[in-house]
């Protein structure tokens, strides 16, 4: 009896150890099974939102009621003049909702002016090797201004934060890094004279400039899901801690 008891706390202990990471590992796998489900559902969402006939723009009052949850990626078609004011480039190695777009080069983000004053962003297109020929860019948007409203077609996006190791904005470059297009607004005087710059921007569907830069195009959504793989992987840990206490208890029982 006395060379059994000792024994007795260390395999309660080793016992509810084993049960509270399996409990978590579980419960891990089983959340990342409702991520994939949620996941599925805003894919199929966002697909429909792209495939809609594109619709008016909101006008400005209901500006602060949108969000990137009940309206990203939104179609909507609209008039607008582009104001001569300063573009902003942000650059791109890619783009995960541009399938007819390889980097690196950078988006062209410019102000446009709706017929009551108020001002929204577009992101004009995707324009190649920007970093390495900015007139490039210069020249495509030049012939974009020409004081002549045009009619602009696109999808609601929302703009992004910068991460921990994104660069800074070089502002006398004009350069930026985050699809951040109220910083880029603040910077660059943009929506100046008391009207209001729009919360989102619109990355352009159409019309194509005829040199076809900046180019727009447009877009199919396809969001990163490894959920099911990170279930796998959360429940073979679990499975992996029973068979560890197994082993471990069948040696001390031989013991």
């Known amino acids: 009896m006395t060379d059994r008891s000792p024994r007795r706390p260390a395999v309660a202990g080793f016992a509810i150890f084993t049960l509270l990471m399996v409990l978590a590992f579980s419960g891990l796998g089983i959340w990342q099974l409702q991520r994939r489900v949620e996941k599925h559902a805003l894919i199929a969402r966002l697909n429909e939102r792209v495939a809609t006939a594109p619709e008016a723009l909101p006008a400005p009052a209901q500006w602060s009621l949108l969000t990137p949850a009940g309206d990203e990626f939104r179609r909507v078609s609209f008039t607008a003049t582009y104001a001569p004011l300063p573009d902003a ?147 073979t840990l679990a499975f992996a801690v029973v068979i560890a206490f197994g082993v471990w208890w069948r040696g001390k029982r031989r013991g």
């Open 89 to 235: 480039m942000v650059y791109s190695a890619g783009s995960a909702v541009r399938d007819d777009v390889s980097g690196p080069g950078t988006w062209a983000f410019l102000p446009v002016q709706l017929a009551d004053g108020n001002t929204v962003v577009v992101n004009a297109g995707f324009v190649q090797n920007t970093m390495q020929d900015r007139n490039q860019q210069d020249r495509a948007v030049r012939r974009l201004i020409t004081g002549h409203p045009a009619q602009l077609t696109g999808y609601i996006r929302f703009p992004e934060s910068a991460g921990t190791l994104t660069p800074p904005e070089n502002v006398a470059k004009r350069l930026w890094f985050t699809r951040d297009h109220l910083a880029m607004a603040r910077a660059l005087g943009w929506g100046e004279g008391g009207k209001a710059v729009a919360p989102f921007y619109i990355d352009l569907e159409t019309p194509v400039p005829e040199s076809g830069i900046p180019k727009p195009g447009a877009l199919s959504v396809r969001l990163k899901d490894d959920h099911m793989q990170y279930a796998i992987t959360w429940f």
